[in-house]
């Protein structure tokens, strides 16, 4: 099942994370980014997923060009929530409902499109009720500027909370081999309800790739320098689980990114990806994972190769995971 349903869209199972193209991970060039999109749409792969705090604001800004004349052939999601400034610094986050509102437009805006295909809390305020947001993202879908809304990184309880003022189409999670935790509640919640999980970071950040050898190799503002599992002797410990695994990898006869992703979408039908990429040629390599076909062994072997809890560090640093699961 190379698609899944969400609403009354089909969405394929593998997507683009736009993040990248804008912020956390060094320079990136624009009108290369905006091929990359254009080409992912031509080959099938719909889901386009942005922020409006990637850049900060300049990520919605260069999707909304790409997908120029190809409105039609594209799955655009967006979140609200984490508020930042000009310099990029973090202001906090915000789900009040005068905030959704405003934040919706001026998504709108910069994306240069009618409505937002799936709209995103893209982290739980923990001074507003989620049934006052959750109320002002139904608002949004009464006015037509949504189709469907999203959670990201919310707690089982939220989500059910939330589930109750109007249909969650879709959580948004970090999952990937070295992050397994959304398989004890999240993943069968979701089935449960419904729900797509859609998992971002599936390469860990592009170390799940191996092709990552030395965090020297990055770019000196690249964030991941001083994330928790690419430092010090967490990098070497998590450096055996990646060597590891492209093994495997060589003997199935794929790449160790295109691993990883076929061991997610293996978990579930309702599991999708998000793999960020600023790479035209990774587009087809990432969705040509959907063909790789792992048995039932093959899975269990990875599961064993990477239980929870495998990968050293927390995934991220210690503001960041207040910020998670709740
Ligand atoms: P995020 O959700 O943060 O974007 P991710 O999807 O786990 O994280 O990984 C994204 C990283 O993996 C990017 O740095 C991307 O690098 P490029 O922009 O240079 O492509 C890298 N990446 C994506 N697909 C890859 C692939 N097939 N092989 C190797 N690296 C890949």
């Not at 189709?147 to 990937?176: C, F, M, N, W």
């Not at 030395?214 to 991941?224: F, G, M, V």
């Not at 997610?264 to 959907?290: C, S, W, Y």
């Amino acid at each position: 099942m190379k698609t899944l349903t969400i609403g009354n869209q089909q969405v394929t199972r593998v997507g683009l994370g736009c993040m990248g193209m804008s912020d956390f991970y060094g320079p990136a060039d624009d009108q290369q980014s905006i091929d990359v999109i254009r080409h992912a749409l031509d080959v099938g792969v719909n889901m386009l997923d942005t922020a409006d705090m990637y850049g900060p604001w300049r990520n919605e800004q260069l999707l909304g060009k790409a997908i120029k004349g190809k409105r039609d052939q594209a799955f655009v999601a967006t979140k609200f929530g984490v508020m930042r400034d000009e310099s990029g610094a973090f202001l906090g986050i915000n789900g009040s409902p005068e905030y959704v509102r405003k934040a919706c437009d001026d998504s709108l805006k910069r994306l240069g499109v009618e409505h937002i295909d799936l709209y995103y809390q893209h982290r739980v305020d923990p001074n507003t009720p989620i049934e006052d947001t959750v109320g002002a993202m139904k608002d949004l879908v009464k006015a037509g500027k949504v189709k469907y809304i999203g959670l990201s990184e919310a707690h089982p309880d939220t989500i059910r909370r939330a589930q109750s003022v109007h249909p969650i189409s879709a959580l948004q999670t970090e999952y990937s081999l070295w992050t397994r935790d959304p398989e004890q509640a999240h993943i069968p919640l979701c089935k449960e309800l419904g729900i797509a999980f859609v998992a971002y970071s599936p390469l860990g950040r592009g170390f799940l790739s191996g092709g990552i050898q030395s965090t020297e190799n990055l770019d000196p503002n690249d964030y991941r320098r001083s994330a928790p599992r690419f430092s010090g002797d967490n990098f070497a410990q998590n450096k055996q689980l990646v060597d590891a695994m492209a093994e495997r990898a060589s003997a199935y006869g794929c790449t160790t990114a295109q691993l990883a992703l076929a061991w997610l979408f293996a978990q579930a039908g309702h599991v999708m990806a998000i793999p960020g990429t600023t790479k035209r040629h990774r587009i087809d390599e990432n969705l040509a994972a959907l063909s790789v076909n792992l048995s039932h062994s093959d899975v269990v072997a990875l599961n064993e190769l990477a239980p929870l809890g495998a990968a050293a560090g927390t995934r991220y640093d210690e503001r960041g995971m207040t910020t998670v699961n709740r």
